[in-house]
């Protein structure tokens, strides 16, 4: 019975079964807390402590579920091309968006957390809180950031952006598809990403390119920040 626990068959099924019941019950109920990648990573990091299972096993078995996170990351690319007379069209408020969207989103990090007396290393940990996880992992850890803090940071802005981002935007009255697609990927990266391809392909696609956008600035504006900082 331990063995087949443990067996790379059982942990892929288990996660893959996990989520597809996790979105069920997101769908019906629209609970935050039911969110399907938070509840599902959840129910994971329970299992693994209640079975004695190591993280490195449960890793192995579940390897090809990030090289079909990795293929559907290059996907997004198909959604951009679709949409590429419109990309250019705006090339300038897109790039403005992102330099923008880039120092507020670090700028707010920073400028709170120091209000609160927080060290260095917190600080530089959570300030990439909008991108991608490795690319803020890639990001903060030269500088000092610890690994942990910034993975979980970035997780839950993924999570709370892609089940509040739509209505905050509904509220303060933005409707226009490029602008509710860029603004989903350039707070919320993946998972943002995600829900903004439910809206639509045009939302799909400038979240996606926000989300690359927004990493690619991020890695050039921290480490001018930190060296200003500090």
Known sequence: MRA???SDIFLLTMTVGLFILSG?????TRLMLLHPVLLTAAAVIVFLKVADIDYQTYK???SILDFALGMSVVSLGYLMYEQVSKLKSATLPILGAT???CIVGIGMVVGIAALFGMERDIITSIAPKSVTVPIAIAV???LGGVVAVTSVVVFCTGVLGS???VKLLSLFGVTDPMARGFALGAASHGIGTARAIELGVVEGAMSGLAMALTGFGTALLL????RYLY
Do not use: H, M, Q, T
């Not at 069920?24 to 019906?28: A, D, E, G, P, Q």
């Not at 480490?223 to 930190?226: I, M, S």
């Open 24 to 28: 069920y019950l997101f769908r019906k």
């Open 99 to 101: 330099v923008v969207g």
């Open 60 to 62: 192995g078995a579940v």
């Open 140 to 142: 903060s850890e030269p």
């Open 4 to 6: 087949f626990i443990e």
């Open 223 to 226: 480490p001018l920040v930190e």
């Open 163 to 165: 089940i509040c981002g």
